[in-house]
């Protein structure tokens, strides 16, 4: 049995020192190296190192997420955790983690990187009884991404392949959303796109990665409207 290195058994955080984010840094590097020796010994105990590794870069990330390098290395440690659950066949886990890589890729204006995570989990959560329930979440967020890049062809094929993929969606809040949210750029209608959101914000409120999705793409919406101005 391989020995575990004294920084995967001790990993002190000293939360009172001034640089308080780099150490926090430096243990979450521990626990991700610690998780490299358990994984060939004890599986459960390499998750949880994994575990508090994310963990405590997602607390680091609170913090500085501002700066677009830590969301990078944010992305990176997701990536790694969702292949360790997905390779100990722990579902629900990797889904999770994957949830994280395209959130914070669509930050980063990643948009197709985080359309193909929405979408695979998607796919792979028909067949499971209890993950098929959030199947229309994930198309909504993959369509959400596909508004962002402003091109109208793109969420209007991707709706129809959503719908093929998965039928109820057809008649979902989610799938109305993104087809009104579809036609009122079609439209280049700013008043009717403001409408749509607050109609459904009503009935299903919003959180703050749909607000900031949507406010980009109303912002593409004016400033189209202006460059149109300026041309008239």
């Not at 002190?12 to 610690?34: F, L, R, T, V």
């Amino acid at each position: 049995m391989k020995t575990l290195p004294i920084s995967s058994r001790k990993l002190p955080i000293p939360i009172n020192s001034p640089n308080h984010s780099d150490s926090k840094h430096d243990a979450a590097n521990a626990y991700a190296e610690a998780a490299k020796y358990y994984k060939k010994v004890d599986t459960n105990e390499a998750a949880s190192c994994l575990e508090r590794a994310v963990n405590i870069f997602c607390e680091i990330g609170r913090l500085n997420m501002a700066a677009s390098q830590k969301i990078d290395q944010a992305i990176v440690y997701y990536e790694k955790a969702a292949e360790f659950f997905q390779n100990e066949e722990v579902t629900t886990s990797a889904n999770q983690c994957n949830l994280k890589v395209a959130q914070y890729a669509s930050q980063l204006e990643q948009y197709e990187k985080a359309i193909k995570i929405y979408e695979d989990i998607a796919r792979h959560s028909l067949g499971n009884n209890l993950l098929k329930y959030g199947v229309k979440g994930h198309l909504l967020n993959a369509g959400m991404c596909h508004l962002c890049k402003a091109d109208v062809v793109s969420i209007t094929n991707a709706l129809e392949k959503y719908q093929d993929l998965d039928p109820t969606f057809t008649g979902t809040r989610e799938c109305k959303f993104l087809s009104d949210l579809a036609a009122a750029i079609d439209e280049e209608d700013i008043a009717k796109f403001t409408n749509v959101v607050k109609e459904f914000d009503s009935m299903t409120p919003l959180d703050s990665w749909k607000t900031t999705m949507l406010l980009r793409v109303k912002e593409k919406l004016k400033a189209k409207e202006l460059e149109e101005d300026d041309l008239t």
